[in-house]
């Protein structure tokens, strides 16, 4: 009878050890999101000001921490994901509301549907064995 508590707990610890492909693609999903919107900026951007470029590199070292906490199993990012999914979800209204098929709006529909599927993703049982305290 103890071997077999000790085979599940091997199990267990095997299983928190391997990502989850629900995290794997929710990360994907968050890194692709901020990234067309840091690509958005490279061509809206007002680079003439001196503070732009590195105001810029400050949001690319912050957006790349967060994606690599997310993916690593920090608690705080995976629950950041779900904060600003929930964000985009209540700005959805207006934009449908004035729908011109702007780029802008395209935009935000992009990156707001990449972060509710990030969300989901990150609420699966799966994911939160993941980001359970180790």
């Not at 050890?17 to 490279?42: D, K, N």
């Not at 690319?60 to 629950?79: D, E, N, P, Q, T």
């Not at 779900?82 to 700005?91: E, N, S």
Request: glycine share 6%; charged share 10%.
């Amino acid at each position: 009878m103890h071997r077999a508590n000790e085979a599940v707990t091997i199990d267990a610890d095997v299983s928190r050890r391997q990502r989850p492909w629900s995290v794997t693609v929710a990360t994907l999903c968050v890194a692709l999101s901020y990234m067309t919107g840091l690509i958005s900026w490279i061509f809206t951007g007002h680079w003439r000001e001196l503070i732009v470029p590195f105001v810029y590199a400050a949001v690319c070292a912050l957006v790349f921490f967060y994606v690599r906490a997310l993916y690593r199993g920090s608690r705080w990012a995976r629950w950041l994901t779900v904060i600003v999914a929930g964000f985009g979800v209540v700005g959805l209204p207006p934009v449908f509301a004035s729908f011109t098929a702007d780029i802008g709006q395209i935009l935000f529909l992009t990156q707001t549907l990449l972060h509710i599927i990030a969300a989901v993703l990150l609420l699966l049982p799966a994911s939160g064995r993941w980001f359970s305290p180790k």
